[in-house]
DNA sequence: CGTATCGCTACAGTAAATGTAGCATTGAGA
DNA sequence: TCTCAATGCTACATTTACTGTAGCGATACG
């Protein structure tokens, strides 16, 4: 699986089926990546209080997943840190329902 | 395939942190989970119908996560092959926003 | 200068996913 | 009954992804 520099989303797999939702999946669907989202959404974060908030996450694969982050355009390196772009935040609106369904999702299944 | 059953969801990191979300993210955020839910979105496949919708992944994987899947309560398993639960479609309905959401990132173009 | 933080990287080790093959079971057809 | 095909599912060697620890260069403050 030879990645070539695709025109649509870079390293992004799906990327190339013309389906966005695809490689939206694809990326999201990655190990860390709907958790740094999830927490940066109070605010900006250096990389170390991210790498604490994310449960001491090796900072190799957390800056991995910043890096596409970055490209994809939802978060972008200020002065204060890490911090979600307007449309990370966006994409953070699109799952907040996803906390209200966590809640009912534990209750239902036990624990 | 044994049901265990401890206090959380078995195997599902920040389960125990007793964030319901922790759990949850970090099960989306396994390889094809987002997208099985997703290829499961207009009705049940059969485990090779949905392995060809998924790019023909590797079925081990697909197995692991169906059965990850099983144990959360999104999927079952019936006569008509995998399916979601009425919860899973819950749970589908609450990204299908992000649908809309990638047709306009697409559109941002990132990088 | 010394220290302390920042973003970021190297690298060996481990865990996860892939790709290919195939098993056991079921049901339809000859 | 004996194939034949499709089902859910598994084995296993290879490849890729991630982890854990350490530390770099740059910047800032005393």
Redesign the interface.
């Known amino acids: 699986m030879a990645k070539q520099a695709p025109a649509?989303?870079?390293g992004i797999r799906?990327s190339r089926t013309g389906r966005?939702?695809?490689?939206?999946?694809?990326l999201?669907?990655?190990?860390?990546?709907?958790?740094i989202i999830?927490e940066l959404r109070e605010g900006p974060l250096t990389s170390r209080a991210l790498r604490s908030a994310c449960?001491e996450a090796s900072p190799t694969i957390l800056q991995t997943r910043l890096t596409e982050l970055r490209?994809?355009?939802f978060v972008e390196l200020t002065d204060d840190g890490y911090g979600l772009t307007a449309?990370g935040r966006?994409?953070f609106a699109?799952?907040t329902?996803?906390?209200r369904?966590?809640?009912?999702?534990?209750k239902?299944?036990?624990?």
């Open positions: 649509a989303k870079p799906g966005p939702i695809m490689a939206l999946l694809d999201l669907g990655r190990r860390w990546t709907l958790r999830w449960d490209e994809a355009g449309l966006e994409l699109t799952f329902p996803l906390n369904f966590a809640e009912r999702w534990s239902h299944a036990g624990s």
